[in-house]
């Protein structure tokens, strides 16, 4: 049974910085492509960042030249370094795992919350 645990989020001031972690167990990670998601209250959730098994990342454009996201096979963990942080960043963030079959994996979210 492959499990995600995200940790990491918390509250933090605008212009702050958290980063997210995701530990995967069960599985086999340095497979699997990864993901960030997130949903803010009354929106759809949203692709944030992803990175391939050969780590390749793309990012939604809100998250440019803000966010990066990175993975450490040997420790079954993907990382979302999150710089400058904004009030519209706030939101349950989840990761997600997608196994060479196509099927996702999600983690339970962890909140983040920017505000003063």
């Known amino acids: 049974q492959v499990q995600l645990v995200e940790s990491g989020g918390g509250l933090v001031q605008p212009g702050g910085s958290l980063r997210l972690s995701c530990v995967i167990s069960g599985g086999f990670f340095a497979t699997y492509a990864m993901a960030w998601y997130r949903q803010a209250p009354e929106k759809p959730r949203e692709l944030v960042a992803s990175?391939?098994?050969?780590?390749?990342?793309t990012y939604v454009n809100s998250a440019k030249d803000r966010f990066i996201i990175s993975r450490e096979n040997a420790k079954n963990t993907v990382y979302l370094q999150m710089n400058t942080l904004r009030p519209d960043d706030t939101a349950v963030y989840y990761c997600?795992?997608?196994?060479?079959?196509?099927?996702?994996?999600w983690g339970q979210g962890t909140q983040v919350t920017v505000s003063s």
């Open positions: 997600t795992a997608v196994d060479a079959v196509g099927r996702t994996f």
């Open positions: 990175i391939s098994k050969y780590s390749m990342a």
